[in-house]
């Protein structure tokens, strides 16, 4: 049973407005193969919401309609949707770029053995969760034996080209820190990755992304539980860097939850903050709706994205 969270109100945290809309991000569901500390979807083996076919037939028709470039898919595990295979297919298919936010440990779970091959061959970008080069903290976070299968599924996607020089099959790795503290330096870090990995499981890759925890959903309840919820909120605030604001994520993407629903980002949509305005706008609106110049909805958890050198589902903003 988790703690409960305090209300995240809104804040003294800027306004902000949409740039020209680059990415649909879908979750596709929250059932997944793991049940991590960190996770702010709150996902796990025992969770039921997944995206109904109608809705899923939209997300073609939308990027078709927008013009847009790029669909990035997220649970949960994503791979874990019985149509996430035909709309890989679909979206491929009209040359849009396309990520894969995959755990890694779902490339050995029953029905998923050929997984690797398939995102191989649609080129699928795979932005890949592994929290630590080292087994101890990894196993930690996400569960004893993660550690050993996402070394072995990182193994399989190099012998596949993936992470490679010229392959055109990128591999990019995540990190979020154990606790309630700001990520490292990226590139520093990315270096002590880079020299893990190669030296003790020959393991190569093209990025590392670092990414602040989220005080919502289970890390949320964590912290609570902990007493460190309002600590992590102050340090958030206290490094807001407003720089960072020209970049966050929120201001090129359009979050989709399990429904249809649209929300300024992922974060807003495990809080249920909808897209600022009159009614629920659903995924099909945008077939006829543009957002360009909307207001996006903000509040305390937004000073995780602009903290340090700032965080998204890109990676630090800061270069």
Known sequence: MHATLP????????ALRRSALETLQVNLGYRCNQSCVHCHVNAGPGRKEMMDNETLALIPKVLKSRELGRLDLTGGAPELHDGFRWLVQEVSAMGAEIIDRCNLSILFEPGQEDLAEFLARHRVEVVASLPCYAQANVDQQRGKGVFEKSIAALQRLNALGYGRANSGLTLKLVYNPQGPSLPPDQQ???????RELRDHYGIVFNQLLTLANMPIQRFGSMLISKGQFHDYMRLLRDNHVAANLEQVMCRTLVSVDWKGYLYDCDFNQQLGLALPGRGRPHLRDLLHTDITGNPIGVADHCYGCTAGQGSSCGGALAG
């Open 188 to 194: 520093t870090l990315e270096a002590a990755y880079q």
């Open 7 to 14: 209300l995240l109100q809104e804040s003294g945290f800027p």
